[in-house]
């Protein structure tokens, strides 16, 4: 009972946490989503408001370059209605709201809405900051309250010059409240909005009117008197709007009104402000309870699922653990017939150098002799004092050691275990060292061998001793059955593909009889009567096929047989 009721907490406890971790991932992703909001509608409001204010100050520029209007700024007032008209379709065609003159004592001179009742023709704008540095030599952009109109603008100004002196100053207005009307070309969706605060930390545009001319910092002193000083805002004085900003994992929020928001920013590059948008998250933590209603259900299946699944096999524990015990007693009988396979190998490898010992031994008892009379002969040279001679003999003698060296370390070589190791090997080496090991037989039967001519540069993915016993058996295969054959030859053919190589063994004998084609490669099947142990040829295939290979026979049209050694002549993966 305790049991039991430890396994329900612990499920309970599971499922808490999953949730609680759904929950938060929920919400990550959510404000994560709210973010990338944020800072793509922030790069398209910048990049939209920077190239419109980058169009209309190129305005004023031009304007000063105009020679009709720098002969009116110089007092030649016959030029008076035509600059007037000008500015006017000027003002029309850039979709400003006004462009107007000053004189070097801030006066206007000439405006696009000279004909309007709120005409600024007269009025005096020396103490804006806009004319007193243009007039400096600067080009300008100012955020100021229109003296008349009271609305928000941004002032480009430059100033007018005639021989290198300044003589007027040319002033372009844009209201803000363009920019805050065109609701589609900003990209705003339902939920953000965004504000564009001045270097003195008031809102000079925003799509909440309450923010305008507003601040979200409590400005000082110090800072209200410049404020105060410099009468963009005239005789108003921005209010602080409360609210909390804090940063969670390198995310802005900002928290107004108990609405909490995610906020990216991006300076203007042609205007000193920087713009912001504000994403709203607020609903963020009630938008999750969806998520976890529906991870609840499946959490809740899966867990009833799972119990109903592991009580009704519960039965079968004995069963997997008799399967486990199976399998092991099958791999041990595997490992067991591996190793017989691998005595069974040995065993016909010796079996072979059986069959090739008489010709060996008359292989090794050829340059035995001879080394004997030589040494016979050295004998009688040195006693006569004939060193030249002597040296000969030596010479000829280190020869036929080497001979015999060569012959039982071959025959060595081949005869010691090894374990499978596939690597390239120049097919020419493989069966020029086969036929050393099989001469002696060779020669003991009277074959007359073509040396087969290959290239180098053909390889195949083999183990070299035991591909090296595959065409030694087959090659004294081909031997014995020439025997009583009036035209005795062995001989190799090649042929090569994109990524095989086709070894065939040809013989001149009698054949292969038509009956024992089915039976060729079984094992202790022998057409040698008593002579041979049946093993020889379903070793090799055994061997051939290890290498992913193929091995194959069949009688030639013109009489005698062909083995085919069809191998790979690159590494072979695994999944092919």
């Not at 207005?173 to 363009?178: A, H, I, L, Q």
């Not at 998250?281 to 969806?290: D, F, W, Y």
């Not at 070589?413 to 090991?437: C, D, E, T, W």
């Not at 053909?458 to 009036?486: C, H, P, R, Y």
Request: charged share 20%; with cysteine.
């Amino acid at each position: 009972m305790f049991s039991f009721s430890k396994k329900i907490i612990t499920v309970c406890v599971l499922l808490v946490l999953i949730l609680v971790v759904t929950f938060w991932l929920g919400r990550s992703h959510d404000v994560e989503q709210a973010t990338y909001q944020a800072e793509r509608q922030v790069t398209q409001l910048n990049n939209y408001i920077d190239t419109e204010l980058a169009r209309f100050s190129a305005i004023p520029q031009l304007l000063t370059y105009n020679s009709l209007m720098i002969d009116f700024v110089d007092a030649q007032p016959q030029h008076y209605n035509a600059i007037n008209n000008y500015l006017a379709d000027i003002q029309q065609a850039s979709g400003a709201s006004d462009i107007f003159v000053l004189n070097t004592q801030g006066e206007v001179i000439a405006s696009s809405n000279w004909q309007a009742d709120y005409t600024f023709l007269g009025s005096n704008f020396a103490f804006r900051p806009y004319f007193k540095r243009a007039f400096a030599g600067e080009k300008v952009a100012y955020f100021a309250l229109g003296m008349r109109s009271k609305e928000r603008g941004i002032y480009f100004s430059q100033a007018v010059y005639r021989d290198n002196k300044a003589i007027g100053v040319v002033v372009l207005k844009v209201n803000v409240s363009k920019f805050e009307d065109d609701r589609e070309l900003l990209n705003t969706s339902k939920g953000s909005h965004f504000f564009l605060q001045l270097a003195d930390e008031v809102i000079a545009m925003s799509d909440m009117q309450t923010w305008r001319l507003n601040s979200f910092t409590e400005l000082d002193i110090t800072m209200r008197r410049d404020i105060k000083s410099r009468r963009a805002y005239l005789d108003h004085q921005p209010l602080y709007i409360k609210q909390f900003q804090f940063s969670n994992e390198g995310i802005k929020h900002l928290k107004i009104d108990k609405k909490l928001y995610v906020m990216s920013q991006r300076p203007l590059r042609y205007f000193n402000a920087t713009m912001n948008v504000l994403v709203d998250i607020t609903k963020v933590n009630s938008a999750q309870l969806p998520r976890l209603f529906w991870v609840f259900i499946i959490c809740s299946l899966v867990i009833i699922i799972s119990y109903i699944l592991l009580t009704r096999f519960a039965g079968y524990k004995k069963l997997v653990y008799s399967r486990h015990s199976l399998e092991l007693e099958v791999l041990e009988r595997t490992q067991a017939l591996e190793k017989v396979q691998t005595a069974l190998v040995q065993s016909a490898k010796l079996a072979t150098i059986g069959q090739l010992s008489a010709g060996i031994n008359h292989e090794i008892n050829q340059p035995l002799s001879a080394i004997n009379t030589y040494l016979a002969s050295a004998k009688r040279l040195l006693a006569k004092g004939n060193t030249s001679a002597l040296g000969e003999s030596l010479v000829v003698i280190e020869g036929l050691v080497n001979r015999v060296h060569q012959i039982v370390g071959q025959l060595k070589h081949f005869s010691k275990p090894s374990k499978m190791q596939l690597r390239p090997y120049p097919l020419a080496g493989l069966v020029n060292n086969a036929l050393m090991i099989s001469s002696a037989q060779l020669k003991q039967d009277n074959v007359q061998v073509e040396p087969p001519q290959f290239d180098e540069t053909v390889v195949v993915w083999v183990d070299s001793l035991k591909f090296e016993q595959v065409l030694v058996n087959l090659i004294t295969n081909a031997s014995q059955a020439m025997n009583g054959a009036i035209i005795r030859n062995l001989s190799f053919q090649l042929e090569c593909f994109e990524e095989r190589v086709k070894l065939s063994i040809l013989d001149t004998g009698s054949g292969i009889e038509q009956h024992a084609f089915g039976n060729l490669f079984e094992p202790f099947y022998s057409t040698k009567s008593s002579k041979g142990l049946g093993l020889g040829l379903s070793i090799s295939k055994q061997i051939i096929d290890s290498f992913n290979g193929c091995l194959s026979a069949h009688n030639r049209v013109e009489g005698g047989a062909e083995f085919i050694i069809s191998l790979s002549n690159r590494q072979e993966n695994k999944d092919d």
